[in-house]
């Protein structure tokens, strides 16, 4: 149906097995070139980073579409870190590090 649970190591005692390690347990995700994540992260890894709206054309996604992926994608399943910054008079900038993808 494709769901998917995750047991944490009181689930395997619960069930008597040994937990795996969490080096068994971290996969690496590669990203599909040319998906609109992808492009996402590339505008972000600039060194200048990339706005909202910028993504938002690239994309073609809306903004609380951009901020969603951010938070599920990017931060959670990805485990990259997203930081922000903004000069006066500008537009918000976020930049991802980490995850090397």
Same mark, same amino acid.
């Given at each position: 149906?494709?769901? !998917? ?14 937990? &795996?390690? @969490? !080096?068994?347990?971290? *996969? %690496? ?6 998906? @609109?994540? !992808? ?7 600039? &060194?200048?980073?990339? !706005?909202?709206?910028?993504?938002? %054309?690239?994309? $073609?996604?809306? @903004? ?8 599920? %994608?990017? *931060? *959670?399943?990805? $485990? ?5 910054? @903004? ?15």
């Amino acid at each position: 149906n494709g769901d !998917s649970y995750t047991i944490n190591e009181n689930g395997f005692d619960a069930i008597g097995l040994e937990a &795996p390690s @969490k !080096s068994e347990t971290n *996969k %690496t995700i590669t990203l599909r070139e040319g998906t @609109k994540q !992808s492009r996402m992260i590339a505008l972000m890894q600039r &060194p200048e980073g990339a !706005s909202i709206e910028e993504i938002c %054309t690239e994309t $073609g996604w809306q @903004k609380h579409t951009v901020r969603g992926v951010f938070s599920n %994608t990017v *931060k *959670k399943r990805l $485990g990259m870190t997203i930081t922000s910054y @903004k000069d006066d008079g500008q537009q918000r900038r976020y930049r991802v590090q980490g995850g090397d993808q």
